[in-house]
């Protein structure tokens, strides 16, 4: 319990301490552009492949589960209920979080036990402000743009395979689903990805900073970083679907 609540303890001073470098200095606007790029467009292909086969997967699963009662017609229904309200933001969540979240962990782990960041301090650099604000701009730059990205791939596919594979009425399916979602629920997407986007990036970088010396300390900073953004993206998603759509 006391080693939880000194990790608690840690954290918050260290979100603090990032808050306090990103309002009192100037905007890494160049930074933050490199970073939105590595982050956004790096991400977008095996984003986009897995965006489709989830959409075919719900369509598939859609249909078994209302065919015996007659319901097919409600796939575009359930398509959007669980893929645009749900699965896409967490699903995009989780991915960035593999992949992005674990190279800000371990680049950052890197230079701590390198003394990289001690150096930066002793050259009056704040290291909050030159390592994690450029990151956390550029993540919540493009995350939600990957949400909506995400969004119209997996509706597609999952269209296409309700048309051509099941053999469902196109019309139908697109009637249900926007019968079932609006436009406020995409932005609640771009709500939950600006939420998940600042979790994934402050974890990932906070452990990057609390790594311990040598090869080991990075792989466990970069496994607990994982590990704690996917959990914290869950809980998150959890209370802003209550919030949002309670």
Partial sequence: MIAGITGLGRFGGFLATLVVASVTHRPPIRSTFEEAYRIGVRSLPI?????????????????????PLGGQRLIGMFVALAGVRELAPIMVAAMVAAKAGTEM????????????????????????????????????????????????????????????????????????????????????????????????????????????PGPSGVGSATNAAVVSSAVACAVSNYLLSRVLYG
């Fill in 47 to 67: 984003l986009l492949t897995i965006s489709v086969f989830v959409g075919t997967n719900l369509s598939v699963q859609g249909y078994n589960a209302f065919a």
């Fill in 105 to 212: 962990a371990s680049q950052i782990a890197v230079m701590r036990i390198r003394q990289q960041i001690d150096a930066l301090e002793v050259m009056s650099i704040n290291p909050h402000w030159y390592l994690v604000t450029p990151r956390l701009f550029g993540i919540v730059l493009v995350l939600p743009a990957l949400t909506v990205l995400s969004v119209f791939a997996l509706v597609t596919a999952s269209w296409l395979v309700a048309i051509f594979q099941l053999g469902l009425n196109g019309q139908q399916f697109i009637e249900y689903a926007s019968s079932t979602t609006r436009l406020v629920d995409l932005w609640y997407c771009m709500v939950k990805a600006f939420a998940f986007g600042i979790t994934i990036c402050v974890v990932s970088c906070y452990y990057g900073f609390q790594s311990s």
